[in-house]
T-cell receptor, first 116, second 111 residues
């Protein structure tokens, strides 16, 4: 099946710093990647949709200046959490959609962010 | 607001039994439906997708779709303790091409 990787798998940082999370599709080209956030015992909440070569589309309530998304190639999207605060601590998961008519999304392993 | 509803559970079944997980959705125009399994601390793993009314079988898993009732279900036959996880129902938003997830049903398979 399609493999999606994320790096790092976990990160601990101080309040006010920025953290970059990478999402890569390893064996397929992904024209669209999605970024989700999941708080404990809650479901996945879509943060933004990232299309290669264009600006990301953010969901309502997600600050685009705080969560910077770049989709520079068909296999790489990055999420940068700028000036992180403790309330940004969460499980961040990316997914990639196979190019073409099929709609399945394949998820990366997730990145657990803890902001002290 | 397009919604996907699931019973949060936990749903407890004995080993070897059939587990039945249910999901309803609000957008009558939805065409694609997915079931994901998520173990604690891990990301979701795609189990099955279904696009057409009726049943779709894959090994021990059967997805059932009834678009008229806006209802999709997942049956797990011969449930194993390793099936214990949270099962997420997801519906594709055809406009945004993004998935809307239900809150998940926690399944516990008792040995």
């Amino acid at each position: 099946g399609a493999v999606v990787s994320q790096h790092p798998s976990w990160v601990i940082c101080k309040s006010g710093t920025s953290v970059k999370i990478e999402c890569r599709s390893l064996d397929f080209q992904a024209t669209t990647m999605f970024w989700y956030r999941q708080f404990p015992k809650q479901s996945l909440m879509l943060m933004a949709t990232s299309n290669e070569g264009s600006k990301a589309t953010y969901e309502q309530g997600v600050e685009k200046d705080k969560f910077l998304i770049n989709h520079a190639s068909l296999t790489l999207s990055t999420l940068t959490v700028t000036s992180a605060h403790p309330e940004d601590s969460s499980f961040y998961i990316c997914s990639a959609r196979v190019a073409g008519v099929r709609a399945e999304q394949f998820f990366g392993p997730g990145t657990r962010l803890t902001v002290l | 607001q397009k919604e996907v509803e699931q019973n949060s559970g936990p749903l407890s079944v004995p080993e070897g039994a059939i587990a039945s997980l249910n999901c309803t959705y609000s957008d009558r125009g939805s065409q694609s439906f997915f079931w994901y399994r998520q173990y604690s601390g891990k990301s979701p793993e795609l189990i099955m997708f279904i696009y057409s009314n009726g049943d779709k079988e894959d090994g021990r898993f059967t997805a059932q779709l009834n678009k008229a009732s806006q209802y999709v279900s997942l049956l797990i036959r011969d449930s194993q303790p390793s099936d214990s996880a949270t099962y997420l129902c997801a519906v594709l938003d055809t406009g945004r091409r993004a998935l809307t997830f239900g809150s998940g049903t926690r399944l516990q398979v008792q040995p």
